[in-house]
């Protein structure tokens, strides 16, 4: 009998990742058998799915390389693929010469060629992978994530993400029901959309498809049996109309949290990246959403020190994490990327500055998280369980995303029970399974 081969995925940056690395193990076992490894000394293939989005991952990177090439078995290869791909291309090749091929985020479908190939390089972001219909593989029986749309049209300015995935386009409603009935028909009761601008989606397709938005596509999805919970990410704040915000919180499937990235409260600085829309959109449109949903948790991400980010400005970001309380918040220094407009912007601000302001939000924040995760103590959740810990413990999410652990045996995978809270802690909250 045949070997089969070792493949070692290391996987960085966001869900579109995983799910582009799912896609590549899939495609790779299309007319091969590979196995998954978490040694790259006895991969035959090394594939690293790169983020771009700041720059510390990009520096690593080539050292990570080097750790690789010194290791690996004799004839392995190793791949770069992802964002970083995208946007290094050949100098990925000049700067580390034992990497093998290069392969951008637009071109995830090539991945068997690019291990056969010598030297393969495809980091075409205008490649259009929107109707490809990958090959099945998942990480998770209970989870399912399903890309909805591929690249972003929205040019943030100190976003590098349009420069490594391109321009935006949908996924045919159809593809996605089918991936849809087809996880649900595996067991995965959780289904988790993906796009960089989700509630963009029907703005364009790559043929001719039926006309359709993303809260249609809610709908759709939400119809397919065996699906319970639904979950996106990321939305654009400028896009949540009032109609999105109803079938939100009027589906029973969608889950009551809700990703709002704000990036900056200061109106001023909000025009400077681009964004859209003001302050008090945001907020409108946050406040809204507590009003309609009561229970829902609102996450977002924050950019401290954008250029020409004054202490002012700052103070109004401070303020929208007061009136906001987000159950989440993933915070960020400023971080100047090539191919962006703000990476020209005067303005820079001091590091220290930067450390300082960082430092003040993230410590507002917890103290807001200890406060929430405080109130939730004796309350009763329902949660959907998704991974065995050590020592017994199931780890599940609750219905508004709050993580939640357990005592409870390893059948109650994939199965969602009613939770009370006894010990809340800022990141987890710890329960006792009541029925
Ligand atoms: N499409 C998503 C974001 C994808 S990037 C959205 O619009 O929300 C994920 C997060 O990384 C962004 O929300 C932003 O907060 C952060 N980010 C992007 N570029 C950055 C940069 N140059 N410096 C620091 N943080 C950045
Ligand atoms: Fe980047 Fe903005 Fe697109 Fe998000 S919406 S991926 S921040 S350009
Ligand atoms: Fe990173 Fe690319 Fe995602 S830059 S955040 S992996 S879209």
């Known amino acids: 009998m045949q070997e089969t081969k070792k493949l070692f995925i290391e996987t960085l940056g966001c869900a579109m990742n995983v ?50 090439a010194k290791h690996k078995k004799a004839g392995a290869k190793i791949g770069v693929c992802g964002c970083t791909a995208s946007h290094l291309g050949a100098e990925i090749f000049r700067r580390a010469p034992a990497v093998d091929f ?42 399912a994530y399903v890309n909805i749309s591929i690249g972003c049209d929205k040019q943030c300015t100190y976003c590098i993400v349009p420069h490594t995935r391109g321009e935006e386009i949908s996924i045919p409603t159809a593809l996605i029901v089918a991936e849809v009935e087809k996880a649900a028909a ?18 364009r397709f ?34 949540m109309d009032d109609e999105f915000l109803e079938v939100f919180a009027s589906n029973p499937k969608i889950c009551k ?23 008090e959109w945001f907020l409108d449109r946050a406040m809204k959403l507590r009003q309609m949903v009561p229970d829902v ?4 991400d924050v950019i401290v020190a954008f250029p020409g980010e004054s202490e002012a400005d700052f ?43 960082l430092a003040r939000l993230q ?13 939730q103590l004796g309350k009763q959740m329902q949660v959907y369980w998704e991974e065995a810990r050590e020592e017994g413990m199931l780890a599940g999410r609750s219905f508004s995303n709050f993580l939640v652990q357990a005592p409870g045996d390893a059948s109650l995978l994939g199965v969602t029970s009613l939770v009370r809270i006894t010990n809340p802690r800022r990141l987890v909250l710890y329960g006792e399974v009541v029925a």
Do not use: W
Request: proline letters at 3%; a neutral charge; hydrophobic letters at 35%.
């Open 186 to 203: 595996k067991g995965a009761k959780e289904i988790f959309l993906l796009g960089q601008n989700v509630n963009n989606y029907g703005r």
């Open 363 to 375: 410590g507002r924040h917890e103290q807001i998280l200890d406060e929430i995760a405080g109130a």
């Open 297 to 300: 948790a609102i996450s977002t």
């Open 102 to 143: 290069v392969l951008g985020a637009r071109n995830v479908s090539k991945i068997t060629k690019a291990v056969r190939t010598s030297k393969f390089m495809d980091v075409d972001i205008d490649y259009d992978e929107s109707t490809y219909a990958f090959s099945d593989f998942r990480h998770s029986t209970h989870k």
């Open 19 to 68: 799910r582009d690395s799912e896609h590549m193990i899939a495609e790779l076992n299309k007319d091969e058998a590979y196995t998954l490894t978490t040694s790259a000394e006895e991969a035959d293939v090394i594939v690293i799915n790169t983020c771009s989005v700041r720059e510390k991952p990009v520096h690593k990177l080539f050292s990570e390389i080097g750790a690789f």
């Open 257 to 279: 949290s809700m990703h709002m990235p704000l990036q900056s409260g200061s109106t001023h600085i909000l025009n400077q990246m681009k964004r859209g829309y003001t302050k």
């Open 315 to 357: 103070e109004e970001t401070m303020d929208v994490l007061e009136k906001v309380r987000f159950e989440q918040m993933f915070s960020f220094k400023y971080s100047p990327r090539p191919l962006t407009k703000a990476a020209t912007m005067e303005g820079a601000i001091a590091s220290e500055v930067a450390s300082a302001r």
């Open 206 to 239: 790559s043929g001719n498809e039926p006309k359709i938005n993303f809260s249609g596509l809610l709908t759709r999805v939400s119809e397919v049996v065996g699906v319970e919970r639904i979950r996106f990410t990321s939305p654009h704040p400028l896009h």
